[in-house]
């Protein structure tokens, strides 16, 4: 019914080469007969592959498999690209050089079902080979995943390969601002792009929240911030009660134009411009301490660094997951945690102070 086989192919040269990969033929219900590329580098990954297929002919299931087998990887790739320029993610450079790497390596025609944990490894190890270091390559995953789920999601692939991406331990409690260091950076801030900073600082908020803050959206009576779900990323309005500095940070803004948070003149700001802003008033106070990239080197800080610098403050404050996480606006606790970082010290050292107190 079936067969799997390693096919010969002559080269110009005229000597014979054997395929690196098996390929698998077989007939289905139909009749039709079916020669595909198994993806597998051994006779037993091949004829398990095989196997499978005749089973799903044999249960009827084949006709359903057969609407995913042409999908190829490079159509799940550019599905990404595609949903990131129509939600006009800023991310999508990035994204593109990390699924450009994909691309080169599994071509234009290689089939997103045969996407295996082996071909996967042999990715690894290609990109390891070429000089590629190791953060680098866990971006190029984490985006092909992200590529796939999508896929997944929108019924053009079945399944999602396992693909093993392991976190970075040195990196897990980078990214902070010190007191000292967020003084220093005030100073050296434009004075319009002050009141932002303290804001996203004292929040935790996604900096476009706020830069995109209508008056109407801030109810100053009842110390209310209502945003659309049409501005949040999990695209459910976003309810802040506030109080203390984010709240004196609002009341002094004039509240007199389309937006709360303005440039010099009272226009819109533009995140490349306060970015740009941001960074150069972080260099000129020469915050270096603390902040590295993905391979490890030295990188200015942006504006998530206040965000994740939020969370862990309000952590060892002992504010509640639960609030810190409505507040900045993480859906899952496993979120947090990857930007508190670890918290065992403070939480131990607040134990033995409230313990210290009791006796």
Known sequence: MGTCYQPTYTLKDGTNRKSKFYWIRYTDERGKRHIEKSGYTTRDGARALLVERLAKIHKGEFAEYAKFKDITLKQVTDGLRTFYKEHKRRSIKKVERNLDNVDKFFGDNFRADTLTAERLADYRAHRLKEGTKTPTLLHELRSLKTALRLALRDGKIRRIPIIQIETDPNRKDEGEFTKEQFTALLAEL??????????????????????????????????????????????????????????????????????????????????????????????????????TDADGGTRLPGFHDLRRTFARVANRAGVSHRTIMEIAGWKSEAMLLRYLGDSRPAEQRAAFERLELST
């Open 190 to 291: 434009p004075a319009h792009l002050k009141p932002l900073v303290r804001f996203l600082y004292t929040t935790g908020m996604r900096v476009m929240e706020p830069v995109g803050l209508t008056p109407g959206e801030v109810n100053l009576k009842h110390g209310e911030l209502r945003i659309s779900g049409r501005r949040t990323k999990s695209g459910q309005q976003k309810v802040l009660y506030l109080s203390g500095e984010p709240l004196a940070i609002l009341r002094a803004q004039k509240m007199a134009g389309e937006r709360v948070f303005t440039d010099a003149n009272g226009d819109r700001l533009r995140y490349d411009d306060i970015l740009e802003d941001f960074q150069q008033a972080c260099k000129r106070a020469k915050i270096v301490d603390g902040f």
